[in-house]
């Protein structure tokens, strides 16, 4: 009898703590209290960077103006930028999954603080470029995701990674206004000291708000034994070994080629908003808000409620499906109204699949290597704003606009088909 009750005892006990595990989410260290305030937290840190980064973005091209840097110089400036976050984004996720996720967000306010100090003192087209090198471990959002990818419980994880989207909406509202008064009312200087200010209040944020473990014990055990035998932070070896795992490879081809040519489209907006629309500097920025109130409504609203009702292979081949129409509307617009049209679909459709191809890599790697796919993801972007302004130059000098959008049908529609004929193996590695 007695045996038999302290079986009984451990299996309740075991069911028990089964349960709290999974309310509690992926970091049962943490309350659930706590970590709601640990994720409400991660948003405020990552809104505040992106604001900081879209007021310095807006006021680069008339510093470099005022230093006498021509359009060429600019875009070797925004090639570095673009190398040194393709380099840096995998580096900062081991990093990440090394030291913890406030560590790499305390390293990334760091460095933001010390791009702003570089950035107001550039008095000359060398410091210009030196200014840019602290953006190797600028990584705002990448480590905001890190901590939510902790602290929540995979079913949560796509709905909880979407609303940082909103955040996303915020940073290109008030960054682009607040970069844009500031340099009218006082001087082109005037948001670089903004920022650096700001990323120091980032900073004790960081420290004062965000837990120093924000895994599970087990998982933090786990993440220090995988690390020791893992060598350095950059490994390509570690990289072919994460793509690797089931399905890896397949979805993240999806991500990068299924955004290329829209990628390519941002990258020459600013010039096509002049050529082709016909529009002014303070029309373009109305245009960039317009993005950034969908954007907010879109992430906030729409992708956690579809998350909680569909499958991430449907939302995955949704938003192929919607990009491969987007791609046949830009190929026919003609005027800014059917862009604003065009707007609604492309970021859902752009939305959707960051989101979505998040959540299901950060799943399908140990929960001891989601710093490091998360910092591989984040490289998508810096990838295509490196070779951009190239590709993206030969395609609309040669073919015109419609060609960015004839692109994204065929690329798409090739996609699409691939995701119906070939079963993804989608699965979850705990350990």
């Known amino acids: 009898v007695s045996t038999m009750n302290a079986k009984t005892s451990s299996r309740g006990e075991e069911k028990a703590s089964g349960t709290k595990n999974e309310t509690l989410g992926e970091s049962g260290c943490l309350g659930e209290a706590k970590r709601g305030q640990v994720i409400r937290v991660a948003y405020v840190i990552a809104a505040l960077d992106l604001t900081f980064i879209f007021m ?18 600019f875009g070797y400036l925004q090639t570095v930028f673009g190398v040194l976050q393709l380099v840096g984004g995998y580096i900062f996720g081991r990093f990440a999954d090394q030291f913890g996720a406030r560590a790499a967000l305390i390293l990334s306010c ?59 909406g915020v940073g290109i509202i008030a960054g682009s206004v607040l970069g844009g008064v500031l340099s009218t009312k006082f001087s082109v200087y005037a948001p670089t000291y903004v920022g650096l200010v700001g990323s120091v209040i980032n900073t004790l944020i960081t420290v004062v708000c965000i837990p120093a473990q924000t895994k599970p014990e087990s998982d933090h055990h786990r993440t220090e034994h995988s690390t020791s035998q893992s060598g350095s932070l950059f490994s390509i070896r570690e990289i072919v070994r994460l793509m690797k795992f089931p399905g890896v490879m397949e979805v993240f081809i999806v991500k990068v080629f299924a955004g290329l040519p829209i990628g390519l489209f941002m990258i020459m907006f600013s010039i096509i908003s002049m050529d082709f629309f016909g529009l002014e500097a303070v029309e373009s920025g109305y245009l960039m808000s317009y993005f950034g109130v969908l954007q907010m409504v879109v992430q906030g609203l729409v992708v ?128």
């Open 56 to 73: 310095q973005l807006g006021v680069m091209p008339y510093m470099a103006k005022s230093l006498g840097l021509d359009s060429v110089g």
């Open 304 to 431: 956690g409620k579809l998350s909680a009702h569909c499958t991430e292979m449907t939302l995955l081949r949704l938003s192929v499906f919607v990009f491969a129409g987007v791609g046949l509307g830009m190929a026919l617009m003609r005027t800014v109204w059917h862009y604003c049209i065009i707007a609604v679909p492309l970021v859902f459709a752009f939305s959707m699949l960051a989101t979505i191809t998040d959540s299901i890599l950060t799943k399908a790697v140990p929960s001891s290597d989601t710093g490091a796919m998360l910092g591989i993801c984040a490289s998508v972007q810096p990838l295509t704003r490196t070779v951009g302004p190239t590709i993206g130059g030969v395609l609309y000098k040669q073919f015109g606009v419609s060609s960015f959008g004839y692109l994204q049908l065929m690329i798409n529609l090739g996609l699409f088909v691939y995701l119906l004929k070939n079963k993804i193996p989608l699965g979850e590695t705990k350990s």
């Open 110 to 168: 760091v460095s933001g603080s010390l791009l702003f100090l570089l950035l107001s003192l550039s008095t000359s087209i060398p410091m210009l470029f030196l200014s840019r090198l602290p953006a190797v471990f600028m990584h705002g959002m990448p480590g905001a995701q890190k901590v939510i990818t902790d602290v929540t419980t995979p079913s949560q994880r796509a709905g909880a990674l979407g609303k940082l989207g909103f955040c996303f």
